[in-house]
């Protein structure tokens, strides 16, 4: 059977209201492309580039009490798990550089204290915002097997509502903590930059190439069935 799928018999470059269709199917395609392009290539898109994750925070920890800017290398930036494109909207990943990290934590809190300048302790989960005795807090990061302590701070406000500086206090992070369960180090990928970038004009394409098929095999079967015919007679009508 001979392919006719762009249906020949109809001799539709003859037709007004076809070659008006295929002018508003090529702008608005071209239009598609460039309003890809120029999302795609602005500066706060969410999705490019692309990271990949090199390490995990776990991976580099060693005993000896180091924050994880001293972890980071240069070209790499610090996230949550599935969580890169956060990097793209926000450029300041200063919060995770200030975490305290130790595989030997539970005999180095005292260090942390001394490195940080922070001697209040908290498990707000369990005590509140109460100082924790360092027994306690020694053994609440042992049995727990924490890895990292968080230097985090609230206003305090005097009896007339103002603000009275910040309180700042030592807090672990640990595997059921709600932010910063699963750091990990990120780095730059321009094969999967390159990858997005292509998925995403072929989806476009897709696109397009669904509209033609509709207009074809749907639009055009409606309004003149799948038989042949009279091109002269038809001409008439349309």
Same mark, same amino acid.
């Given at each position: 059977? *001979? ?25 608005? /395609? ?6 890809? !392009? ?8 969410? !999705?490019?580039?692309?990271? *990949? ?34 990097? %793209? ?6 919060? =995770?550089?200030?975490?305290? $990290? ?24 369990? !005590? ?15 049995? %727990?097997?924490?890895? $990292?302590?968080?230097?985090?701070? =609230? ?8 603000? %009275? ?13 709600? /932010?910063? *369960? ?5 780095? @730059? ?25 509709? =207009?074809?095999?749907?639009?055009? =079967?409606?309004? /003149? ?10 001409? @008439? *009508?349309?």
């Amino acid at each position: 059977m *001979k392919n006719n799928f762009f249906r020949k018999d109809l001799s539709l470059s003859s037709r007004w209201w076809h070659r008006l269709l295929l002018v508003i199917f090529l702008v608005s /395609f071209v239009w598609a492309l460039y309003a890809t !392009y120029d999302d795609l290539f602005s500066t706060n898109h969410p !999705y490019i580039p692309q990271w *990949k994750v090199v390490n995990s925070v776990e991976e580099r920890i060693t005993p000896a009490v180091k924050q994880i800017r001293e972890l980071k290398m240069s070209n790499e930036r610090v996230g949550e798990r599935d969580r890169s494109y956060s990097l %793209n909207s926000n450029e300041d990943d200063s919060l =995770y550089d200030d975490i305290y $990290c130790s595989s030997d934590l539970e005999n180095r809190i005292a260090e942390v204290q001394n490195k940080s300048g922070i001697n209040t302790l908290y498990i707000r989960d369990v !005590y509140g915002r109460n100082d924790v005795p360092i027994e306690t807090y020694t053994n609440y990061i042992k049995k %727990n097997n924490i890895n $990292c302590l968080i230097p985090d701070a =609230y206003t305090r406000y005097d009896g007339n509502g103002q603000e %009275n500086g910040k309180f700042r206090f030592l807090e672990p992070v640990g595997p059921d903590s709600l /932010f910063y *369960k699963d750091l990990v180090f990120y780095e @730059k990928s321009d094969f999967l930059t390159t990858l997005y970038i292509i998925k995403m004009f072929l989806l476009i394409i897709a696109v397009f190439a669904i509209i033609i098929v509709l =207009y074809y095999k749907v639009f055009l =079967y409606i309004i /003149f069935g799948s038989k042949k015919i009279d091109n002269n007679k038809d001409s @008439k *009508k349309l």
